[in-house]
């Protein structure tokens, strides 16, 4: 079946539904609070975290937004701004499903050759959290040039949602897929965090001659085992963890302890919740709030950014229940493409990995070995889950680093080279200048290791200084290259054997005296979002 070809879309909701709005925010009725106590937060991994956050949002926090939700915020301001995007409705029909109205957002760029991008968003966010990046990837100042496609989620923002059940990931991977080839880009590479990341990943898994590279900037992985990843567990049992790592860890505890009450609810009982937020957009706001702040690094959310993105899910076009429904979905099917599906090994698919120390999982390096052919790797020391809206800067430099002329996927799409030099014979050969042998130092010292990238033909970097691989061996490491290497060539094929790996335990020896307790956190959280 044909389909007409996108056109624009212009965002207007009507004025009863603006009434309907401020009529609850009047009506509203908000609960007591009790007065926290002197002692530390829960949370000490976040440093805008106070006592008065350990049990919920604050309720002073929750009536002033409501307030100005209300009174003050301007939501047509808010709509003639995402009016300027270049906004596109299309009409994509997934199998077995009825065919959905799919919002996107679309930057062609003015370069010959640029690189077609799919970028995709998670939840609590939507497409607002591309706008920042948009200015950054057009190729300006000799950096990379992308076509940005930046979805509306189906059950998110103006997209429709599905009115049968089953639809998860792979329907939402089919839905971004389809969309891509609808508009011409037969080959891509992606960016994503949160569900994006899942969305993206099974992408890679399910149209791996189409989607030829990934970066992620969330994940969840299993530990490396002996069975399947030897060297990568050899390593990970051997290796003391770098500063970095460790707050990984505590920041992991942190939200396994403390932080994902909402993900169970989303993923067994998505109904029932959905009837508290349909109906009060106090409690949606709640409910959201809380989590752009724990999630974010100490980014100063404005109260009309936050109504703006509350807004986004209160008039949504599948309505403000909807969004949640893929926590279900994607947990209740086969597991090949479940969400714990995607920590599996996906081969062919080059991957791309950035590090932010307010993620909410953040599993250690070795763990990203499992996942794929890791060609780059950064740490920052500033950013959260909503990484491309808060520090978006860093988001575009990774991608100019992996994509750029001398990044290890320069020119991985064919014929979209005319903005680059020739690409290299293999892109595989720069690999090891970009994945870095261990995170930054400040605010993170590093604990110098010894690394040895994933790629197909077994580039090492040996040797560290602060955490920036030298190329050249220390003295006593050259002897370990060539066993190094082998182990590394005989884990490759089992990787690819095997396609990754799923649960396995290490007892942490040698790991500085982390006790187990951590690495069993830490692969207990891998299960979560």
């Known amino acids: 079946m044909t389909h007409p070809p996108p056109t624009p879309y212009t965002i207007t909701i009507p004025t009863t539904a603006l009434d309907t709005l401020h009529g609850k925010l009047l009506n509203a009725i908000f609960p007591d609070e009790l007065i926290p106590n002197q002692a530390p937060s ?48 299309t009409e994509i029909e997934v199998d077995g499903f009825e065919p959905l109205g799919v919002h996107f957002v679309w930057q062609r760029s003015e370069v010959e050759g640029a690189v077609p991008l799919l970028f995709v968003h998670g939840w609590p966010g939507s497409f607002l959290e591309v706008t920042k990046l948009l200015p950054l990837l057009k190729g300006d100042k000799g950096s990379p040039a992308f076509h940005v496609v930046a979805p509306s989620l189906p059950n998110f923002g103006f997209s429709d949602g599905p009115k049968k059940a089953g639809f998860g990931l792979p329907q939402y991977a089919e839905t ?74 505590a920041r992991s505890d942190w939200f396994l302890t403390h932080g994902q009450a909402y993900r169970q609810l989303h993923g067994t009982k998505p109904q029932t919740v959905g009837y508290i937020f349909a109906d009060s957009p106090v409690a949606l706001l709640a409910w959201i709030y809380e989590k752009l702040h724990d999630w974010s690094d100490a980014y100063p959310w404005t109260d009309e950014e936050i109504c703006t993105w509350i807004s986004l899910y209160w008039f949504s076009t599948a309505g403000p229940a909807a969004s949640v429904r893929i926590y279900y979905e994607a947990t209740h099917q086969e597991f090949r493409t479940s969400k714990d599906g995607m920590a599996a090994y996906i081969p062919g698919v080059k991957l791309g990995i950035s590090y932010f120390p307010q993620e909410i999982i953040i599993p250690p390096s070795t763990h990203a070995r499992t996942m794929g052919p890791v060609v780059y790797e950064k740490w920052w020391d500033k950013g959260g889950h909503f990484a491309a809206y808060e520090q978006p800067q860093s988001i575009a430099k ?60 077994d580039q090492m970097n040996i040797g560290a200084v602060g955490g920036i691989p030298t190329g050249k ?9 060539e066993g190094a290497l082998n182990n590394q060539k005989r884990d490759q094929k089992e990787d690819l054997a095997n396609q990754g790996t799923h649960g396995g335990d290490l007892s942490g020896k040698g790991k500085d005296g982390q006790a187990k307790a951590e690495v069993d956190a830490t692969s207990a959280a891998n299960n979560l979002l």
């Open 398 to 457: 990774d991608l100019e680093n992996m994509f750029g002329k001398e990044g290890p996927c320069a020119g991985i799409v064919p014929g979209k080279n005319h903005y680059y030099p020739p690409p290299r014979t293999s892109h595989q050969q720069y690999v090891s200048k970009f994945v870095l042998a261990s995170p930054p130092s400040p605010p993170f010292p590093a604990t110098p290791r010894l690394t040895y990238s994933n790629s197909d033909d």
């Open 42 to 89: 829960t949370n000490p991994t976040n440093p805008t975290s106070t006592p008065a956050w350990d049990r919920g949002a604050p309720l002073a926090d929750i009536k002033r937004i409501a307030t100005y939700w209300r009174e003050e915020f301007d939501w047509r301001k808010a709509e003639a701004s995402m009016n300027e995007l270049p906004n596109y409705r």
């Open 176 to 249: 971004c897929h389809k969309l891509m080839l609808q508009l011409g880009y037969d080959k891509y590479v992606t960016q994503g965090g949160d569900w994006g990341m899942y969305t993206t990943r099974c992408i890679g898994l399910l149209y791996p001659s189409h989607c030829l590279a990934s970066h992620i900037n969330s994940f969840r992985a299993n530990p490396p085992t002996f069975s399947n990843n030897p060297w990568q567990a050899l390593k990970h049992a051997l290796t003391p963890y770098s500063s970095f790592e460790h707050h990984g860890l």
């Open 473 to 481: 061996a220390t003295p006593g490491e050259a002897e370990q290259k």
